[in-house]
C-alpha cells in the first residue's frame, strides 16, 4: 500500500517570510496525482495545490509551489510571502491509479506577526 | 455550486445509540468517499463508491460500521451501537470523473460518543 509520510508535525514562519513544507511517499506507481490540502480551524480541507506525477514542471499557484522529486519521491510544499491566513494544518496526499487519496499525518504551520 | 454538503456538523450520542451522517456529493462527480479523522490516526478512509456501488470497504472498522449510497445525490454513514472510541471528525468528499482532479470535502461531522 502507499504510504504518505510528513515528517514535522509542526512548523512555524515569521508573516512574510517563506517556509517549506517536507512529503514524501512510497509507491510503485509510474502515473499518480500529488496534492497538498490545507485544513483551518474551520476543519474544511481546501486544495492548495495538485502535480501530475508525468509532468516535470512544477506546479505553482501564486504564493505556493512544489518541488516535485519524483525519482526521490518527495513533495514539497513552499509557501512564500507568509500570511497570518496561512495559519493552518498542511496534509501531503496522494492519488492512486485505483482512485484510492492517501494522507500524511499533517503539518501544523503557524504564522507569527 | 453548493460544495459536498454532510450533516449534521455536530453530533453527541449516548454510547449505544445508532448514530447516522449525511453526505450530499456535488453534483455530477461519481466517485463518493467517506473518512474519519483522529489526532492519533489522521486521515482514514473508510468506504468509498464509484457510481453509488462500493468499491473498497476495507478501511471500515468493524461490522458496526455500514455506509449506503442509494443515489448519486445522497450517502449515509451508519454507526450501530456507537462507542466512545467512534468519537472523531467525519469528512465526506466527491471527485469527478476526470482523472487528475482532487477530492472536494464537506465541513465534516464531528461526532462524540459519550
Known amino acids: 500500500a502507499q504510504t504518505v509520510t510528513q515528517s514535522q508535525p509542526e512548523m512555524s514562519v515569521q508573516e512574510a517570510e517563506t517556509v517549506t513544507l517536507s512529503c514524501t511517499y512510497d509507491?510503485?506507481?509510474?502515473?499518480?496525482?500529488l496534492f497538498w490540502y490545507k485544513q483551518p480551524p474551520s476543519r474544511q480541507m481546501i486544495l492548495v495545490i495538485r502535480?501530475?506525477?508525468?509532468?516535470?514542471q512544477n506546479a505553482t499557484e501564486n504564493r505556493f509551489s512544489v518541488n516535485f522529486q519524483k525519482a526521490a519521491k518527495s513533495f514539497s510544499l513552499k509557501i512564500s510571502d507568509s500570511q497570518l491566513g496561512d495559519a493552518a494544518m498542511y496534509f501531503c496526499?496522494?492519488?492512486?491509479?485505483?482512485?484510492?487519496?492517501?494522507f500524511g499525518t499533517g503539518t501544523s504551520l503557524t504564522v507569527i506577526p | 455550486d453548493a460544495g459536498v454538503i454532510q450533516s449534521p456538523r455536530h453530533e453527541v450520542t449516548e454510547m449505544g445509540q445508532e448514530v447516522t451522517l449525511r453526505c450530499k456529493p456535488i453534483?455530477?462527480?461519481?466517485?463518493l468517499f467517506w473518512y474519519r479523522q483522529t489526532m492519533m490516526r489522521g486521515l482514514e478512509l473508510l468506504i468509498y463508491?464509484?457510481?453509488?456501488?462500493?468499491?473498497?470497504d476495507s478501511g471500515m472498522p468493524e461490522d458496526r460500521f455500514s455506509a449506503k449510497m442509494p443515489n448519486a445525490s445522497f450517502s449515509t454513514l451508519k454507526i450501530q451501537p456507537s462507542e466512545p472510541r467512534d468519537s472523531a471528525v467525519y469528512f465526506c468528499?466527491?471527485?469527478?470523473?476526470?482523472?487528475?482532479?482532487?477530492?472536494?470535502f464537506g465541513q465534516g461531522t464531528r461526532l462524540t460518543v459519550v
Open positions: 468528499a466527491s471527485r469527478k470523473p476526470i482523472t487528475s482532479t482532487e477530492a472536494f
Open positions: 509507491t510503485s506507481e509510474s502515473d499518480y496525482y
Open positions: 502535480q501530475e506525477a508525468y509532468k516535470q
Open positions: 496526499a496522494y492519488r492512486s491509479a485505483g482512485n484510492q487519496f492517501y
Open positions: 453534483s455530477g462527480h461519481d466517485y
Open positions: 463508491f464509484n457510481n453509488n456501488v462500493p468499491i473498497d
